[in-house]
């Protein structure tokens, strides 16, 4: 049975619980969300141990909370403690996993969905300048997702690593992650699945997806700390996958002096974190899976149902959205301005949306003549107020332009 939605008690409980829904009409969770009362203490509490008993001193102290981060964010994943690595947010993590593939030789392929992120597509193309790799474009079905049977089509011998940003950035769009990790496992080929919308929206079973590398963000759907994310890499995969950089942490010395790699997806951590953002990444995912990653699911998808069916509505306005299972992020743009003017005049009003240029899906934008998008993305937060607060300021801005 599918889950339920928040009560409407609980709803309020949690938004009492977060200082932010009392200063902000936040309809950018998908750029960051809004951090709670308790994930804020526990970031200050370890900066008060810091300053009492000393940075080096706190962090011993601290090496449970990072633990359990580790393991709250295997809960998260149905992975194990060992198969995750605490990074500084999606892009470092993605881009470490990456730059640990190893150099890249003539004739290699790199298959990338058409929603890839622009971050990812920059770390391919300058790892691979000077050398004639090929950065292909799997194409898209008739409702805009990723399509499997054609990634199957594609495949050879030649192909290292096909690339997928299961929700992208630009729309509400939700890719077929299992069904692509059922070919690529099927074909051998390297799987890494760019989760940052994902994690902490949907329930997320890596077994499950068959990805060899996901990376999550923690300010978003998470509403963790900004500098905190997290990454998964497959154990039996690991051994394929040479860090980059690695310090004291990640490949301390032997009694020879030589570098011994962690046997853990610690290898890709670093002696030098903020212990304190840990802290605070902890208690987001625990409040996570408190909630029930099914109930956030339920929650989101019911009220961006509701934003999509009222922006519709708007003489002017076109939604923008693709795909058959939809997300929390709803794109959208008004006839005759420019979607950053659209985000400015919201934000004079204590409505904050995002906006999306080429550069971030520039594959997608290119693909649908876009050059920009309005995006207001909702969290299991957004309360019926705040939409009726952005729908009215929308058919206010709708009406001034004619």
Avoid at 37 to 63: S, W, Y
Avoid at 98 to 105: D, E, Q
Avoid at 257 to 272: H, K, N, Q, W, Y
Avoid at 317 to 331: A, F, H, K, Y
Wanted: net charge negative; hydrophobic share 45%; glycine share 10%.
């Amino acid at each position: 049975m599918p889950a339920a939605p928040l009560t409407p008690d609980t709803l309020q409980a949690l938004r009492a619980a977060t200082p932010g829904t009392r200063t902000t009409v936040h309809f950018n969770h998908a750029g960051a969300s809004l951090p709670s009362a308790a994930t804020l203490d526990a970031i200050q509490a370890h900066l008060r141990r810091e300053a009492e008993q000393g940075p080096m001193e706190a962090g011993v102290a601290a090496r449970a909370l990072t633990g359990k981060a580790r393991d709250l964010a295997a809960r998260l994943l149905n992975a194990q403690p060992d198969e995750i690595a605490l990074t500084g947010g999606n892009s470092p993590g993605w881009g470490a996993a990456f730059a640990a593939l190893g150099p890249w030789r003539d004739g290699d392929r790199i298959l990338v969905g058409r929603h890839e992120w622009g971050g990812n597509l920059a770390a391919m193309r300058l790892a691979t300048r000077g050398v004639d790799v090929s950065i292909e474009t799997i194409p898209s079905d008739d409702s805009g997702c990723v399509d499997p049977v054609a990634l199957q089509a594609m495949l050879d011998a030649r192909v290292r690593l096909v690339a997928l940003t299961w929700l992208p950035a630009n729309g509400g769009l939700i890719n077929p992650a299992a069904a692509v990790g059922r070919v690529t496992r099927a074909a051998g080929v390297p799987y890494y699945l760019d989760a940052a919308q994902a994690v902490g929206q949907l329930p997320v079973d890596v077994a499950e997806v068959g990805c060899d590398v996901l990376s999550g963000a923690g300010r978003k759907a998470l509403r963790g700390p900004r500098g905190t994310g997290l990454l998964y890499v497959r154990r039996d995969f690991l051994a394929q996958l040479t860090p980059a950089f690695v310090d004291t942490y990640s490949a301390p010395l032997d009694a020879d002096g030589e570098p011994r790699l962690r046997a853990d997806a610690g290898r890709f951590e670093s002696a030098e974190a903020s212990l304190a953002l840990r802290c605070g990444q902890a208690n987001a995912l625990q409040e996570a899976l408190d909630i029930g990653l099914d109930t956030i699911r339920a929650q989101v998808d019911a009220t961006a149902q509701a934003l999509r069916a009222e922006l519709a509505a708007i003489p002017g306005i076109e939604v923008l959205d693709q795909g058959r299972e939809l997300s929390g992020l709803v794109s959208f743009n008004l006839a005759g301005q420019e979607a950053t003017a659209v985000q400015q005049a919201l934000a004079a009003q204590g409505i904050v949306i995002g906006s999306n240029g080429v550069p971030y899906t520039p594959l997608d934008m290119n693909a649908r003549g876009l050059t920009q998008i309005a995006r207001a993305s909702v969290s299991y937060l957004t309360n019926p107020d705040e939409i009726d607060r952005l729908v009215q300021a929308l058919r206010t801005l709708a009406g001034q332009r004619r």
